[in-house]
């Protein structure tokens, strides 16, 4: 039976409060900038792990499994932390924004559609329709980025050579794609862990969105591929 869009929804003023409340602190900590933002990039780390190892611990008591468990996490998130401390201000704004549109476009169209769930016993909410709409509202995020940057370059160039063509759109678009793809990985990684560890959320710290690492679960697996993407291509 099919549930009323207003049921689905009824969870949003708390979330849209909660993340103005977020939004607001990332904000702040980004027009700072130095060592502001990455004193900030670093306590959402250490949080972020901390709930990461309580759903490890959680999840199994086979010890061998927790230590191994908990040094990759020590990795995974150790190495996004520090791929987007490092990453200039406009790349970091980028990847974020693509995260949060790509939440955003699937949370909306997932509960506006419903229909076949991608992986019922890992994430019920995760819907195919989705996950369709997260890949759509990055990519055309990154149709946007990418037009203003030619027109930007247009505007400091005498020719007009430099505005974006089809095909640079259309690979914005896929790579818009790809990243929301690897947001919703990064999203099912913690689902099948909190599954595991019989818990619905990370912690109850943020209201209406969980714990910080339910927050930042998809930005982790982009800030990698971001960053490894710019620093080879020396951006």
């Given at each position: 039976m099919s549930v009323p869009l207003g049921v689905r929804?009824?969870?949003l003023p708390k979330r849209v409060a909660s993340a103005i409340v977020m939004l607001a602190i990332a904000a702040g900590a980004v027009a700072a900038g130095g060592w502001w933002l990455k004193g900030f990039i670093g306590i959402v780390a250490?949080?972020?792990f901390g709930e990461f190892v309580r759903l490890i611990i959680?999840?199994?008591d086979n010890i061998p499994y927790r230590l191994a468990a908990i040094l990759a996490a020590?990795?995974?998130i150790g190495i996004a932390a520090i791929l987007l401390m490092n990453m200039a201000p406009f790349i970091q704004i980028v990847t974020v924004v693509t995260v949060i549109l790509t939440d955003t476009g699937a949370y909306f169209t997932?509960?506006?559609l419903g229909g076949p769930k991608i992986a019922p016993r890992i994430s019920p909410s995760k819907t195919w329709s989705g996950l369709f709409g997260g890949m759509i509202a990055a990519g055309i995020w990154l149709m946007i980025v990418v037009g203003f940057i030619g027109l930007a370059l247009r505007g400091l160039a005498s020719s007009t050579d430099t505005t974006p063509e089809g095909k640079t759109l259309l690979f914005a678009l896929a790579i818009g794609a790809m990243l929301a793809i690897a947001a919703q990985a990064g999203d099912f990684l913690e689902s099948w862990l909190k599954r595991k560890a019989g818990v619905k959320d990370s912690s109850n710290l943020i209201p209406g969105h969980g714990g910080v690492l339910d927050r930042v679960d998809g930005l982790l697996p982009v800030a990698i591929i971001v960053g490894l993407?710019?620093?080879w291509a020396g951006v």
């Open positions: 929804t009824s969870d250490v949080i972020g959680k999840a199994t020590t990795f995974y997932g509960r506006a993407l710019t620093g």
